[in-house]
T-cell receptor
Framework: NAGVTQTPKFQVLKTGQSMTLQCAQD?????MSWYRQDPGMGLRLIHY???????DQGEVPNGYNVSRSTTEDFPLRLLSAAPSQTSVYFC???????????FGPGTRLLVL | AQSVTQLDSQVPVFEEAPVELRCNYS??????LFWYVQYPNQGLQLLLK??????LVKGINGFEAEFNKSQTSFHLRKPSVHISDTAEYFC???????????FGTGTRLLVSP
């Protein structure tokens, strides 16, 4: 069991560039989420999914898109990167809403 | 709406001393409460959780927390800390909608010899 995996680990982008952060889990979890972590602000929910084909917005969705075509994968797309999107991004999954969320190792993104 | 307040951004403590990390929440519905730990340059991992039942919850690495509904608190405690407990600790509340966990801003625990 690899758990939750995220790629890349580090990324540097220029303002206006687009990219996709990858997230995959092999635990057959229905629930998956994307968070961003910024100093002094804890983790904030960007988007989440309760199953393949179903996604919804979290607290800070602007500038990000998601899709969930399979149970395993939940990619996060930055459409046009901005310096305000410099952050550490975590993907998480869980079996259902009461259960433990398992977090990936994170992607550190710097937008210049 | 739900919210979580972690009252201390940083807690310095000596090794083998007891520690309490404070967490208060607000919610208009029944809640689930969690404590997660983040070691440097790693993702978060669950320490313990309260879903229902006994208000005293025991977790990994000797940590425990007590759910106090009247005071809307879920403070984390450990009777004797180790250097290896140095990390950032996040309190989180859930209970409305799907997987909509709300995290506190975190408390950095600094254990020195």
């Amino acid at each position: 069991n690899a758990g939750v995996t995220q790629t890349p680990k580090f990324q540097v982008l220029k303002t206006g560039q687009s990219m996709t952060l990858q997230c995959a889990q092999d635990m057959n979890h229905e629930y998956m989420s994307w968070y961003r972590q910024d100093p002094g602000m804890g983790l904030r929910l960007i988007h989440y999914s309760v199953g393949a084909g179903i996604t919804d917005q979290g607290e800070v969705p602007n500038g990000y898109n998601v899709s969930r075509s399979t149970t395993e994968d939940f990619p996060l797309r930055l459409l046009s990167a901005a310096p305000s999107q410099t952050s550490v991004y975590f993907c998480a999954s869980s079996r259902d809403r009461e259960e433990t969320q398992y977090f990936g190792p994170g992607t550190r993104l710097l937008v210049l | 709406a739900q919210s979580v307040t972690q009252l201390d951004s940083q807690v310095p403590v000596f090794e083998e001393a007891p520690v309490e990390l404070r967490c208060n929440y607000s919610s208009s519905v029944s809640v689930y409460l969690f404590w997660y730990v983040q070691y440097p340059n790693q993702g978060l991992q669950l320490l313990l959780k309260y879903l229902s039942g006994s208000t005293l919850v025991k977790g990994i690495n000797g940590f425990e927390a007590e759910f106090n509904k009247s005071q809307t608190s879920f403070h984390l405690r450990k009777p004797s800390v180790h250097i290896s407990d140095t990390a950032e600790y996040f309190c989180a509340v859930g209970g409305t909608g799907f997987q909509k966990l709300v995290f506190g801003t975190g408390t950095r625990l600094l254990v020195s010899p």
